[in-house]
């Protein structure tokens, strides 16, 4: 069956610029998550989300980062007047529950 | 707070050899842990995990992992390396305290696993 996908694969932005990354989950699955993978940090858990509870935003680096999920599907992550330091792969899982976690390809996003 | 240890930055075998990639985990309650595989410009992708049960746990690809609770270990382990295992393998942890939040994983920094012909 289709797994995650995201889009857009790769994204290069001007320092400042706004952008969104989307994220369409495993049809049927009822949590997702975002995650940023980068060389100096690793893999950082960045937000949660689960059916129509609140979300888990302790993740977020800081109040550029914001994230949506629309019908409790697909998912939206903004980041605002980004920074060089934002630069990273940005990696999307959806879970039944609280099971496997499963991934997307991810997003690489490069900022000048 | 959960974390998780890859000790080796990179483990170097020959094919047809076996292999172990280490962790270790620190959690307060039970852990449920994972690993995780990851191709050059690709995604995560999931080889096996345990929850509860034997401690050795049988995944994809012949790979199988032994949870070791007085050791708080998790060690990736396969027979008989193939070429193609090389990759970035991904240890994680998440943890089962009630206390501790939501369902995210903490991941260990990686261990690069290559395999020589």
């Known amino acids: 069956g289709a797994g995650v996908s995201q889009s857009p694969s790769n994204k290069v932005t001007e320092k400042g610029k706004d952008v969104e990354l989307r994220c369409d989950p495993i049809s049927g699955h009822t949590a997702l998550y975002w995650y940023r993978q980068s060389l100096g940090q690793g893999l950082e858990f960045l937000i949660y989300?689960?059916?129509?509870?609140?979300?888990?935003k302790s993740g977020l680096p800081s109040d550029r980062f914001s994230a949506e999920r629309t019908g409790g599907s697909v998912s939206t992550l903004t980041i605002q007047r980004t920074q060089q330091e934002d630069s990273a792969v940005y990696l999307c899982?959806?879970?039944?529950?609280?099971?496997?976690?499963?991934f997307g390809p991810g997003t690489r996003l490069t900022v000048l | 707070a959960q974390s998780v240890a890859q000790p080796e930055d990179q483990v170097n075998v020959a094919e047809g050899n076996p292999l172990t990639v280490k962790c270790t985990y620190s959690v307060s309650g039970n852990p449920y842990l994972f690993w995780y595989v990851q191709y050059p410009n690709r995604g995560l992708q999931f080889l096996l995990k345990?929850?509860?049960?034997?401690?050795l746990v049988k995944g994809s690809y012949g790979f199988e992992a032994e949870f070791n609770k007085s050791q708080t270990s998790f060690h990736l382990k396969k027979p008989s390396a193939l070429v193609s295992d090389s990759a970035l393998y991904f240890c994680a942890v998440r943890d089962t305290y009630s206390g501790a939040g939501s369902y995210q994983l903490t991941f260990g920094k990686g261990t690069k696993l290559s395999v020589i012909p």
């Open positions: 345990y929850i509860t049960g034997d401690n």
């Open positions: 899982a959806s879970s039944l529950g609280t099971n496997t976690q499963y």
């Open positions: 989300f689960q059916g129509n509870s609140a979300p888990d």
